[in-house]
C-alpha cells in the first residue's frame, strides 16, 4: 500500500504543472531572478537535503531538521522561504511569528505528520497521562502543541538521556525512530505507530545486491529505516551525521539508505568517494519523496514575486507549540 500511495503522488507530482505567475522567468534566468527577488525582500532560502539539487545549490542554508531550526531561530531576514515540507514551514513560523514564512508549494506534506492526526494524538496521550511527550519534529504544529519537548534525528538520544531515568516517556510520531531511540539511549518508550513511507520503501534484495556488487562500501542508514535493513547497516544517524560519516570514513564508497537528494551534497563535497541508492521495492522511484519534490525553481521564483502562499498560524496554538521548540534548542549540544 505503501508504495502504490508514493507511486500516485510521484506520479500526480509529475504530471501536475509548476503553479506560477505570469512573467516567471526562462529556466535558464530563474537563479538570477530569485537572487534579485531575495536582496529586495531581505529573504533568505532554508533548503532541507532532500529538496532538489537546483534548489539546494542556490539556498542560503542547507541542512537537516534541528540545523534548519537553529537557522530559523537566528535569522535576521524579513522573509523565510522554506524549501521542504509543511511541518518544516510550520516550526520557522513558530520561531518567527512576525516574519513571513513562505512554503513554495502548499501541497508538500509529509506522511509521517499525516500519520499523527492530532486529535487521535490527544487520545492517545491521555491514555498516558504520567508519561511526558517526546515528539520528532516531523509533525504537525498542532501535535507539538500537544508535547513537552520536541526532537529532532539528530538529538534524540541525547535529549532522552537527559531526562529523569524514571520518567516515562511518550515517543511519536515515528516508531522506526523510537526503536533505534530506545536501542540507543536504553530507556524504554511508549510508541505511537507512525512511519515514514519513503523511509519503509527501500528494498532489502536490492540493498543485499548492491553489498554484493560493492563489497568495499558502508552502507549507510537513516533511522526511520524498518529495522531489517538497519541491521544490515555500517553506520546509523541523520541527514548531517550521514554526510560527516561519509567525509571521516576512509570507505572509499557508501550505500545511502535514505532519502536520495542527500547525495547531491554528498557528490560535491566527496568527488572522489562514491555513493550508491537503494532503490524502492521492485525497482520504483518510491525512494524519492514526491512531498519534497512538489517544490521547484519556477514555484520558488513565484513565493518571492508574490508572497505567497504564507504559513499562517493562530497565536495560541503557536505558543503551546513553541515552549517544547525551544525547550529542545535550549538542550541540544
Not at 531581505?42 to 539546494?56: K, M, S, T
Not at 545486491?209 to 529505516?225: F, G, S, T
Not at 537528494?261 to 525512494?287: E, T, W, Y
Amino acid at each position: 500500500m505503501h508504495q502504490l500511495r508514493l507511486r500516485l503522488v510521484f506520479a500526480a507530482s509529475q504530471a501536475t504543472p509548476p503553479r506560477v505567475q505570469e512573467g516567471c522567468p526562462a529556466p535558464a534566468e530563474l537563479p538570477a531572478a530569485i537572487a534579485e527577488l531575495k536582496r529586495q525582500r531581505n529573504a533568505v532560502i532554508l533548503a532541507h537535503y532532500y529538496q532538489e539539487p537546483a534548489i539546494q545549490d542556490i539556498a542560503d542554508f542547507i541542512g537537516d531538521s534541528l540545523e534548519l531550526s537553529r537557522k530559523a531561530a537566528a535569522t535576521e531576514a524579513d522573509v523565510i522561504v522554506f524549501c521542504g515540507v509543511h511541518f518544516m514551514a510550520e516550526t520557522a513560523k513558530i520561531l518567527n511569528p512576525g516574519k513571513t514564512v513562505l512554503l513554495p508549494d502548499l501541497d508538500a506534506g509529509c506522511s509521517l505528520a499525516d500519520a499523527c492526526p492530532a486529535d487521535a494524538f490527544a487520545a492517545f496521550r491521555a491514555a498516558h497521562p504520567d508519561h511526558l511527550v517526546v515528539s520528532y519534529i516531523n509533525c504537525s504544529a498542532a501535535v507539538k502543541a500537544q508535547s513537552d519537548l520536541i526532537c529532532t534525528s539528530s538529538n534524540a538520544v541525547d535529549l532522552i538521556k537527559q531526562l529523569p531515568p524514571e520518567q516515562p516517556i511518550l515517543f511519536a510520531p515515528d516508531q522506526n525512530l523510537g526503536r533505534w531511540v530506545q536501542r540507543q539511549s536504553g530507556r524504554d518508550l511508549s510508541l505511537w505507530p507512525g512511519s515514514c513511507q519513503v523511509h519503509e520503501t527501500f528494498s532489502e534484495q536490492a540493498l543485499l545486491q548492491l553489498k554484493l556488487d560493492h563489497p568495499n562500501a558502508e552502507v549507510i542508514a537513516h533511522p526511520e529505516c524498518q529495522q531489517n535493513l538497519l541491521d544490515l547497516a555500517d553506520f546509523i544517524g541523520s541527514t548531517s551525521s550521514l554526510l560527516r560519516h561519509a567525509a571521516e570514513s576512509p570507505a572509499p564508497a557508501f550505500i545511502v539508505l535514505t532519502e536520495p537528494g542527500i547525495l547531491h551534497q554528498m557528490q560535491r563535497a566527496l568527488p572522489d568517494k562514491a555513493f550508491h541508492p537503494v532503490p524502492g521495492a521492485d525497482g520504483c522511484s518510491c525512494n524519492t519523496c514526491p512531498y519534497m519534490r512538489l517544490n521547484t525553481l519556477e514555484k520558488l521564483w513565484s513565493c518571492l514575486n508574490s508572497l505567497a502562499p504564507a504559513i499562517e498560524l493562530d497565536e495560541e496554538l503557536r505558543l503551546r507549540a513553541l515552549a517544547p521548540i525551544e525547550r529542545m534548542l535550549a538542550m541540544s549540544r
